[in-house]
Nanobody
């Protein structure tokens, strides 16, 4: 059974940090790109970061560049999103998703989705 399990969300003060994890099961992890998306209340889901099957990394939101880092541990079939210097505008439900090989910032391109993990940043 294909599963993407996102974890690591929580409540943090502005300036704090969190590390999200996305553990993958049931498909050939090395053949897939894994992306993080987020959806803030009342807003559309947007692509945040992605790591492709060959290790290329992409950050799609200018506001998170330099603060968020995506990484993968292929031995653990897990992708991480390290989020530093968090801001209230980062508050959202964060989802991980997978598609074959290359990254895409579009949610419609993703094949598998996990349930989200809530990140709340207080001011």
């Amino acid at each position: 059974e294909v599963q993407l399990q996102a974890s690591g969300g929580g409540l943090v003060q502005a300036g704090g940090f969190l590390r999200l994890s996305c553990a993958a099961y049931g498909f050939t992890f090395d053949d897939y790109s894994i992306a993080w998306f987020r959806q803030a209340p009342g807003k559309e889901r947007e692509g945040v970061s992605c790591v492709s099957s060959n290790g290329d990394r992409h950050h799609y939101i200018r506001a998170v560049k330099g603060r968020f880092t995506i990484s993968s541990d292929n031995a653990k079939n897990t992708v991480y999103l390290q989020m530093n210097d968090l801001k209230p505008e980062d508050t959202a439900v964060y989802y991980c998703a997978a598609r074959k090989y290359t990254c895409s910032r579009g949610s419609v391109a993703m094949r598998y989705w996990g349930k989200g993990t809530l990140v709340t940043v207080s001011s």
